[in-house]
């Protein structure tokens, strides 16, 4: 049975806003995404590729992470929209990280860079715990 961790939808909206790497971020490329980010999406460039990449993104998203009851989608949503008040680490269980992104603006912004590069993983070893 094939997984769907990820949605190729969600990965094509965040490609609009490409230029600052969201869309990497969320398929599990912290690196690449941090590059997009500083480069405008490698000035324009690595963004109008990354158009026909976003399948294959997706799919290597989809066999290298666990499916579970915490779905990752809804954890980006929360972490891009609700992340300063920590409401994705709340989702997630964390309920002590959560209050102390709640009271510090998301660690005064240096938690929610932390789980631009983590949330997959976090959300992966959750989900491992789970099954």
Same mark, same amino acid.
């Given at each position: 049975?094939?997984?769907?961790? #990820? ?9 609009? +806003? ?7 971020? !969320?398929? *599990? ?7 997009? =980010?500083?480069?405008? *999406?490698? +000035? *324009?460039?690595?963004?109008?590729? $990354? ?10 998203? $989809?066999?290298? !992470?666990?499916? %579970?009851?915490? $779905? ?9 929209? =609700?992340?300063?008040?920590? /409401? #994705?680490?709340? !989702?997630? *269980?964390?309920?002590?990280? %959560?209050?102390? !992104?709640? +009271?510090?603006? %998301? ?5 929610? /860079?932390? $789980? +631009? ?13 789970? /099954?």
């Amino acid at each position: 049975m094939e997984k769907n961790t #990820h949605s190729v939808a969600i990965g094509y909206v965040l490609w609009i +806003f490409g230029f600052t790497g969201s869309h990497r971020f !969320y398929f *599990g490329k912290p690196i690449t995404g941090t590059i997009w =980010l500083f480069t405008l *999406g490698l +000035f *324009g460039i690595g963004w109008l590729i $990354d158009l026909f990449l976003i399948p294959s993104m997706d799919r290597a998203a $989809d066999n290298r !992470y666990t499916e %579970g009851p915490l $779905d990752y989608t809804v954890s980006w949503i929360l972490l891009t929209f =609700l992340g300063v008040f920590g /409401v #994705h680490r709340f !989702y997630m *269980g964390k309920w002590i990280s %959560g209050l102390i !992104y709640l +009271f510090t603006g %998301g660690l005064f912004l240096i938690g929610i /860079v932390y $789980d +631009f590069w983590t949330l997959n993983s976090q959300v992966d070893e959750s989900n491992r715990i789970s /099954v």
